[in-house]
Nanobody, 125 residues
Framework: QVQLAESGGGLVQAGGSLRLSCVASGLTFSRYAMGWFRQAPGKEREFVAAIGWNGRNTLYADSVKGRFTISRDNAKNTVDLQVNSLKPEDTAVYYC??????????????????WGQGTQVTVSS
């Protein structure tokens, strides 16, 4: 059974930074592409960033390019999202997701098989 557990969310002022982390179990992590999505109150869940199984390809939503960085550590079964220069509109629950095996990064929610419970990020102005 695949389990994904996010951590690292919190309350931060605009312009601040956080490092979100997702630890995976129940799968051969190094074979899976990973993604981060977010859902703000009253809005649909949206793509944020993704990384392929081998870490060579990454994708970012236009709204976070240059501010967010996705990375993975296959030895630790973790995928991190470094979020910098945070804006109030970044406030959302952030979810990690897994798809695979042996596939690249994807921005499409429907292509992900497993999801975590989410971690709340709140950015105050």
């Amino acid at each position: 059974q695949v389990q994904l557990a996010e951590s690292g969310g919190g309350l931060v002022q605009a312009g601040g930074s956080l490092r979100l982390s997702c630890v995976a179990s129940g799968l051969t992590f190094s074979r899976y592409a990973m993604g981060w999505f977010r859902q703000a109150p009253g809005k649909e869940r949206e793509f944020v960033a993704a990384i392929g199984w081998n870490g060579r390809n990454t994708l970012y939503a236009d709204s976070v390019k240059g501010r967010f960085t996705i990375s993975r550590d296959n030895a630790k079964n973790t995928v991190d999202l470094q979020v910098n220069s945070l804006k109030p509109e970044d406030t959302a629950v952030y979810y990690c997701a897994a798809r695979g095996p042996w596939v690249g990064a994807s921005a499409l929610m429907g292509e992900y098989d497993s999801w975590g419970q989410g971690t709340q990020v709140t950015v105050s102005s």
